[in-house]
């Protein structure tokens, strides 16, 4: 079964700051990987995905992951935190059907909560 | 609008008491999922159904039921709510199980059980 983890439940940084957050997955072959956001008191919202092709992807509001098959990381960035990307950030994976996986399933990290001081 | 719509948003009952949470998305999509949200357990999937009439469990089905009769609706229900099931449940879905990785979501439905 596919696993996720997420460094860090809590990361801190200050406007106009780098935004790293770490996203780690189990499977020895490849997932499909993806990144949701959550907004206070509403619901999650895709902001990227990796699938195949190229391994950096740019998502929406700026942010953007690497895949790195041999670190196991699907990292999330954005080079200039703003206040309104103040959230909990979720990666998530499935399996590659390409490897004979099903990839209706999707499996959660537990989540990381990105405050942004001013 | 395109959206997944989840009633109700916020709900109070007591142990035992059935419920139904109603899950309706106009997007014409295929797959439907629910999960529910604790702290720092991130989202669980309940049940998901690839399809009408396709339904299967997810990683913690034990007290729930779901039904799919039609494509838009997916409603979850607990016939003897108990206080563990106390959570924050979201509903999701996309255009095909091929895709569920791309899901919506609803604005999602805090239930208390006391």
């Known amino acids: 079964a596919q696993s996720v983890t997420q460094l860090g439940s809590h990361v801190s940084v200050s406007e106009g700051a780098l935004v790293l957050l770490r996203c780690n997955y189990s499977?020895?072959?490849?997932?499909?990987l993806f990144w949701y956001v959550q907004y206070p008191n509403q619901g999650l919202q895709l902001l990227l995905k990796y699938t195949t092709g190229a391994t950096l992807v740019k998502g929406i509001n700026g942010f953007e992951a690497e895949f790195k098959k041999s670190e196991t990381s699907f990292h999330l960035t954005k080079p200039s935190a703003h206040m309104s990307d103040a959230a909990e950030y979720f990666c998530?994976?499935?399996?590659?059907?390409?490897?004979?996986?099903?990839?209706?399933?999707?499996?959660f990290g537990k989540g990381t909560l990105l405050t942004v001081n001013p | 609008e395109a959206q997944v719509t989840q009633n109700p948003r916020y709900l109070i009952t007591v142990t035992g008491k059935k419920l139904t949470v109603t899950c309706s998305q106009n997007m014409n999509h295929e797959y439907m999922s629910w999960y529910r949200q604790d702290p720092g357990l991130g989202l669980r999937q309940i049940y998901y159904s690839m399809n009408v009439e396709v339904t299967d469990k997810g990683d913690v089905p034990e007290g729930y039921k779901v039904s799919r009769k039609e494509k838009r609706n997916f409603p979850l229900i607990l016939e003897s709510p108990s206080p563990n099931q106390t959570s924050l449940y979201f509903c999701a879905s996309s255009l095909s199980f091929g895709l569920a990785g791309e899901q919506y979501f609803g604005p999602g439905t805090r239930l208390t059980v006391t």
């Open positions: 499977s020895s072959v490849p997932p499909y």
């Open positions: 998530a994976v499935s399996d590659n059907p390409n490897s004979g996986g099903s990839n209706y399933k999707l499996t």
